[in-house]
């Protein structure tokens, strides 16, 4: 049978990686890159580090606003379905790339798979949540992640093609983790040592278009008790400018010693993947507003803060490993304050067992048979 994937984000890349390997043992798989994310630490190292196959199809599209961005990705997607006649579609996740993906898809009778569908924060005002509503309501096949993804897809009257397949990032780490530890050397070249700092990621719209979001918690990570590393996503380095905000981080070159408490923030490039499985592995917290980052940390037991108002990864908050606290300073940091040390113990497997991909391929395979 013969797949076309689109990928497009940093986060696609990651989810891809486990599915296509499975996927290429016994099928065809064209690949298609939309261009979304395109720095070489948001997009190249995830394919060399994870051993992603080369695109077939490299869409270009780049930066844009969201219409011009998805029209462009919709224009050519259906190119590419023209000329590979493929048996279904996957798409990952809740980006633009996603519904581009989806809509030329279904437009077109091809079917869709939509891997991490049912997902839903209930705030309409983020572009993810647009792009999840549309998404799986357009397609044939639903993996979902948990039991609360397929109830709400119920609700929403989507109930044929839903499954429970558990989380394809609880793959990834999986399956990553090992080589992490094995081959990163992120700790030694930050001079950090496990335990005494935070990591922190922010991007979400929400907070980056608002500069009293960020300005707040910028505040928030410079006070809490432990230095705070912080790749930087590009939208957010562009953000800081773009709003004037007075920010001035550690260059990083004194090392994050837990012998100096007060040192603020270290701002890094994007990572990779590995490394970033390893710095969150050993950190004392994670703090972030990032959906896969939340999962992570829960997956590698490391306590996290969410710098949102509404997460969709509900579980994690009920089981007490992670804490919403929004971009309020005092808040972001009195929840660090209030961690418990150590951990609430318990940490059931909330989004499967980490073999996602070899039952999403086996619904496939059943799923197309049964219609020839
Ligand atoms: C996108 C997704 C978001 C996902 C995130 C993962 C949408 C609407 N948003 O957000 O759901 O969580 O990816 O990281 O699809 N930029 C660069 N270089 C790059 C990529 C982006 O400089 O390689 C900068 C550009 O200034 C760009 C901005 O980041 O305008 C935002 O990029 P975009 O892909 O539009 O959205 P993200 O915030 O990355
Ligand atoms: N990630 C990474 N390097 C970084 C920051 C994040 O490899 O510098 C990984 C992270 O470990 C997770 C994924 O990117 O697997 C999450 O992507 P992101 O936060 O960009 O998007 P979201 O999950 O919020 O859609």
């Not at 940093?10 to 798989?29: T, V």
Request: charged share 25%.
């Amino acid at each position: 049978m013969r797949f076309v994937t689109i990928v497009g984000a940093r986060p696609q890349f990651i989810k891809a990686a486990p599915l296509c390997a499975h996927l290429r043992r016994r099928h065809d798989e064209f690949l298609v890159h939309t261009g979304q994310h395109y720095d070489d630490n948001m997009s190249k190292v995830f394919f060399q580090e994870l051993a992603i196959p080369e695109p077939d199809r490299h869409l270009g599209v780049g930066s844009a606003p969201h219409g011009r961005q998805t029209a462009a990705m919709l224009e050519q997607i259906e190119q590419v379905l023209e000329e590979t006649e493929p048996d279904a579609v996957i798409v990952y996740g809740d980006t633009n790339s996603t519904l581009a993906g989806a809509l030329a898809a279904a437009k077109m009778n091809v079917p869709v798979a939509h891997v991490e569908a049912g997902l839903r924060s209930f705030n309409r005002n983020m572009p993810e949540e647009v792009n999840r509503i549309l998404s799986d309501h357009v397609c044939k096949w639903l993996f979902a992640t948990s039991q609360t993804s397929v109830d709400q897809l119920a609700a929403e009257g989507i109930r044929n093609g839903v499954h429970n397949v558990g989380d394809i990032m609880a793959d990834c780490v999986r399956l990553f983790s090992p080589k992490a530890r094995s081959s990163s050397n992120v700790l030694s070249r930050l001079r950090l040592q496990p335990g005494t700092y935070a990591v922190a990621t922010v991007h979400r719209a929400e907070n980056t278009d608002a500069p009293e979001r960020l300005s707040g918690i910028l505040d928030g990570l410079r006070k809490v008790p432990y230095p705070v590393i912080f790749p930087m996503h590009p939208r957010t380095r562009a953000a800081i400018r773009k709003h004037g905000i007075d920010f001035v981080p550690d260059d990083g070159t004194a090392g994050a010693d837990c012998a100096k408490p007060d040192r603020g923030i270290v701002v890094v490039e994007p990572l990779g993947y590995l490394d970033m499985l390893l710095l969150q592995q050993r950190a004392a917290v994670v703090l972030t507003d990032s959906g896969g980052v939340q999962k992570e940390a829960y997956y590698l037991g490391v306590p996290c803060v969410t710098l949102r108002e509404e997460t969709e990864w509900v579980e994690t908050v009920e089981t007490g490993w992670n804490r919403l606290v929004g971009s309020d300073p005092e808040k972001i940091v009195a929840a660090v304050q209030r961690l418990q040390v150590p951990p609430p113990g318990e940490r059931p497997m909330l989004y499967g067992d980490g073999h996602a991909a070899e039952r999403i391929v086996d619904l496939l395979e059943r799923g197309l048979c049964e219609n020839r």
